[in-house]
């Protein structure tokens, strides 16, 4: 899968956690494409957002609201792959652009917009003006734009309230699966500025893979970057472990080291036709193979996390038989902050002791009140 595709999954995973999409007319945004409709006299103004390869007019100024349009035909499809503003004097002079339906049907010539991005630096979408005939855009006029354009990010960033961010990162856990020879179920409890990313999937050849990381960042960033990074992961699914851990190093750790973030992952792939389970260990280290027998042993690592390992390091594999009814357990840091647990041995005689129902026992775990860390766990097993 190109960077392109990847960064693509990424600005939708973002747009999604902004939770906006289909809200409808909103003031706050309306009141950002009016006022850019006065500072620079166009007939058109729109907020647009770019995701699943479509357009969508967010808020507009002099065209209709809610519109979505194939991103082929956009020029905020361009804007949006770059970190400074677009200016198209006359777009029928533009080869990218002169044979869209924008220019060649509806008759626009001029086109300036500016990019749109959210806290970890994913651009979303676009602030633009459009109109019917050529025009020239000044340096003074390029700063005017970007200002507004600013404004238009602070109220996107604003969307993400508690409540919407719980729902993204409660949206995030995959359903349970149940295969031929295998199974994954798991327990997610997200809370505001968490970063825990859980994903799971059957890739192509059968194989199930399960993958836990945890993101560490300043206020909610940390929740968009595991959303980001899930994106990757998924789109990853059928990448052999080591390779796949490989590649999503290298689109991650510049998102990372940008927002001053660090990130962790352990991945794992189980062919539920003989047993056999791999593993790549991002500097994650919590994970635990289960045995039918009662028997628990803790796998670990002692590789760094993304955006802390030196460049080219390996990272951390391992392999392992399972026999019918042993599992891979993997869980996140919240999870030995849990009542009566502690640390790692601690939870590996928790899941000594429930052997069956160990994420209804967690979940029994969990404070009344709500409060304490996000955390994942995450069950892998053959059956």
């Given amino acids: ?169 409660t949206g995030l856990l995959p359903e349970p699966l149940v295969l031929p020879g295998g199974t994954v179920d798991g327990l997610v409890v997200p809370h505001e500025r968490g970063g825990d990313l859980v994903d799971w999937r059957v ?52 998102d990372l080291s940008a927002a001053g973030a660090v990130g962790s992952l352990l991945h794992v792939r189980l062919d539920p036709t003989d047993g056999r389970v791999t593993w790549a260990d991002a500097g994650h280290g919590l994970a635990l193979l289960a045995r039918a027998d009662g028997s628990v042993t803790p796998i670990r690592s002692t590789d760094r996390p993304f955006g802390l390992q030196h460049t080219g390091h390996r990272r951390t594999t391992g392999s392992a038989d399972l026999g019918h009814g042993d599992r891979v357990v993997l869980l996140t840091a919240g999870a030995l902050a849990l009542a009566g647990v502690a640390d790692v041995d601690g939870f590996a005689d928790v899941v000594a002791a429930h052997p069956d129902d160990l994420l209804g026992h967690l979940r029994g775990l969990l404070p009344a009140d709500g409060a304490g860390r996000d955390l994942a766990v995450v069950q892998v097993g053959r059956t």
């Fill in 1 to 169: 899968m190109t960077d392109q595709l990847d960064g693509a999954d990424r600005r939708t995973a973002v747009i999604e956690a902004l939770d906006v999409l289909g809200a409808g007319p909103e003031e706050r945004f309306d009141r950002i494409t009016r006022m850019t409709h006065e500072a620079f006299g166009v007939p058109l103004t729109f907020l647009n957002l770019v995701h699943h390869d479509v357009v969508t007019t967010q808020s507009t100024f002099g065209w209709h609201q809610g519109t979505s349009v194939p991103a082929s035909e956009q020029f905020c499809a361009t804007t949006v792959l770059t970190p400074e503003p677009m200016v198209i004097p006359d777009t029928a002079l533009d080869p990218r652009f002169a044979h869209t339906a924008a220019v060649a049907e509806h008759g626009i010539r001029f086109y300036a917009g500016a990019p749109l991005s959210t806290l970890d630096g994913t651009r979303v979408g676009t602030l633009c003006v459009m109109d019917a005939q050529p025009r020239e855009f000044s340096a003074a006029d390029v700063a005017l734009l970007r200002d507004l354009a600013r404004w238009a990010e602070r109220e996107l960033v604003h969307s993400i309230e508690r409540a919407r961010v719980q729902r993204v990162l």
């Fill in 203 to 254: 890739a192509s050849d059968g194989a199930l893979h399960a993958t836990v990381g945890s993101v560490a960042a300043a206020g909610r960033a940390a929740a968009l970057l595991a959303a980001s990074a899930r994106a990757a992961v998924v789109a990853r699914t059928d990448v052999a472990v080591d390779a796949a851990i490989t590649g999503l190093e290298a689109q991650l750790t510049p």
